[in-house]
Structure formats: C-alpha cells, structure tokens
C-alpha cells in the first residue's frame, strides 16, 4: 500500500496530464440523446419539427428533471393555463371561400351512410377564424378523420392568392388504417422538408378529403383551411436557444408563448408533441381540451379527445 502522501502526488500528476491534452469533462445534457457529432455548447433551437429527433431521459438527477408532468417537489408542471390570443389583423380567409362552414362540408363516403355515424365530418384543426400561422418553413397539419371505412386522405397545399395562376405545393395520398371505422382519429400531415419552403407573410390554402374508393378523386367529404408563415418571435427564439431547459421545459415554454401570440399551428403540435410523450398525463388532456373546446377555437368534444393516429406515407410527393 502507498503512503498517503504518494496517492496525493500521483492524483496531481494525473490531473496535470489531464489539462495538459485538453482533456475537459462537460456533463452529458441531461435530457437530451447523446448523438454523433452533437456539441452541447451549439445546441440548435429546439422547435417542434426538431422533438421527433429527441429523446427524453426522465431517470436524470439534474434539477426539474424526471417526470414532465411533475416538478421536483411533485407539482404538476403543466397547469399554468394556455392563452391563445388571435392577432387582431387576423382575418378570416374562410368565409370569403362561400361562406363554408368548417368541419361540416358534404356528405359520408356512399358505403358508409347506413352505418349511422353522427359525428364530426372531416376537419382542419384550426379556430373559428379557419386560419393558422405558423413559423415553421414546412409545417405540420393536424386533421379530423370521422368514423369511415374511406381508405384513404387526399391532402392538396396550394398557393392560390392569384386566381388566374394558382400553385400547388404539396399534394399526397395516405393510407388510412381500418380501425377508423369504428374510432376515428387525428392525423398529422407533415409537408416535406424536401420541398421550397413557405414564404413569410404569404397565405397558403389547404384541403383534406376522403377517398372513399380506389379509383375516386375524393371530394364527398372535405374541409379547407389556411396557413400563414410568420418570424418566429423574439421571445419564443429565446427559449429554443436556452440550453438550461430540458426539451419538454422547452417545448411547454415555446406554446404558452406561441399560444399568447395567436401562432396555432406551433401551438397545437407542441402539446401534440408533449401528450405523446408523456401519455395519459391528465394535465396536459385537459391543456388540450381547453384549447380545442374554447370559445375562439369551438370543435367538437369528440375531436377533442380524438386520439392522434400516425399514417404512413407510402405516396409522399406526388
């Protein structure tokens, strides 16, 4: 065994050697997956089309840490309330389109109108307004699917503010499951990252509709919505650039400022993001039944608590 003076003079060479080559310990971020080639002092802003790349790390010790829906002395995390505030200059493309009412355009597919259904038509998942902004270059759609034996969606995004010339975007067919029949669901329509991005301050309009059968073009049941891109505010920029926050902190922060700056879109799929992580979590439900059942916004209880179903898009970029 060596004197206790030896340890004390190996443990300082050790350390010497240690700063000699540079060699710095950094604490791994403790929420955040260790990926090739990720640096933790350039952290890109976390957003909403970045949190499907995260994964989050609920057996960390580091403060505010653990559970999302709980903070370190239990309480739950996500009960400050979601104000969204539409902007005042906000007006409402819809009702320039025929007076269309949202969510209730035509009829069920022909095989499906002695079943009985009752419920909500397709819908776009916006307010009263039928208009959301978002800041994302190539957001993602969040749509109603009703009770339907219908095989598959038709999702169109265009450019139409010149009527002589108008500019499809995207345009896709994707699958439907075959429990939707006796479910229905949310689907999120993401438009590729591969396409032109959408241009600040433009208004793009979209459209949903089933296809009841091979061969039909859809159009029976349909909804239309528009999208606007907006900059990302100061303040929200803020909170994607904070690496103090752990990806679920963020997430909540950036939609109650979202939510505060009438950006819908943003807001609807950070809380999409966050009940997918933390399933069965009864504060966030009940964040998103608030949204979706508020005055400004006013769909239906059973889109409200519509699970979220995730297509897969064998047809992308027709």
Known sequence: MLPKYQYSSRLISLLSLSLSVGLILVPRIATAETKEGFNPFSRPPL???????????????????????QSAGGATRFAEDLNFTPPADQGAP????????????????????????TGPKLTAILPDSNQGL????????????????????????????NPEQVREIYETILPLPKNLTQTGG?????????????QIGTTYTYYATLICSPGDPGGINYD???????????????????????????LWQQAMLYAESGIWMDTV?????????????????????????????????EIATAKIIHLSDQFSDQ
């Open 47 to 69: 957003t909403v089309d970045s949190l499907s790349q995260l994964k989050f790390d609920s057996n960390d010790s580091q403060t505010g840490a653990g559970s999302p829906g």
């Open 94 to 117: 819809g009702e320039s389109s025929g007076g269309a009412t949202r969510g209730n355009q035509g009829d069920v597919c022909p095989q499906d109108r002695g079943l009985g259904l």
């Open 134 to 161: 978002t800041v994302s270059s190539h957001p993602t759609f969040l749509v109603y699917v009703p009770q339907t034996s219908a095989g598959e969606i038709r999702f169109i995004l265009q450019d139409d503010n």
């Open 186 to 198: 949310l689907v999120q329509i993401k438009m590729p990252d591969n396409l032109d991005e959408l």
């Open 224 to 250: 239309e919505g528009f999208v606007t891109r907006v900059e990302v505010p100061a303040n929200i920029a803020e909170v994607q650039q904070n690496e103090a926050l752990s990806p679920e902190q963020s």
């Open 269 to 301: 799929n950070s809380l999409v993001a966050l009940m997918e992580y933390e399933p069965g979590n009864k504060a966030l439900e009940n964040q998103w039944m608030s949204l979706l059942r508020s005055d400004l916004v006013n769909l239906d209880e």
